[in-house]
């Protein structure tokens, strides 16, 4: 049996399942200051972008794009922040965060600063749900172009 695909522990531990694309499986981190995104294409052992193909490559850039239009959309952010570190865990994903000048890190980069405030059960499902409905219209309004 050929081996599936598996979230790392860290990443499944600070984030929430949002939704599935083509190639990514899509988590928001657990930190209401920021909305912030991760996508994490759907490919066993991956831990470098040169390691998905040409055509996966495009894949996850028009995912990265969607998820931007999501995040302009519900929040109107002054800056769409995008990147992909992995120091800390290896399996390559990706960044998507909504800045604001008033967030606790601006002007410099969010990753560990604190404090990280998780989203209070109600809230989190209203963000969800805004969420998950969002990059729905977003996948019609594609579709139709």
């Known amino acids: 049996m050929s081996p599936r695909f598996e979230l790392d522990h860290r ?3 600070d984030t929430v ?8 499986h899509v988590r928001l981190m657990n930190d ?4 912030w995104l991760l996508l ?24 990265v794009v969607l998820s931007q239009h999501v995040l302009e959309a519900l929040f109107r952010p002054e800056k769409l922040n995008i990147g992909a570190l ?17 967030d606790r ?8 600063t604190t404090p990280i405030v998780r989203y209070p059960g109600d809230e989190m499902e209203l963000m969800l749900r805004s969420l998950r409905a969002e990059f729905s219209q977003e996948l019609v309004k594609k579709a139709k172009h």
């Open 40 to 63: 994490i294409p759907r490919k066993v052992n991956l831990r470098e972008l040169y390691q998905l193909t040409k055509k996966e490559r495009g894949q996850l850039m028009d995912e």
């Open 32 to 35: 209401r200051a920021v909305p």
């Open 86 to 102: 992995g120091n800390m865990v290896n399996q390559f994903h990706m960044h998507v965060i909504a800045r604001f000048r008033l």
């Open 11 to 13: 990443l499944a531990a």
């Open 105 to 112: 890190a601006w002007p410099n980069a969010i990753w560990n």
């Open 17 to 24: 399942e949002v939704t599935d694309l083509s190639l990514c």
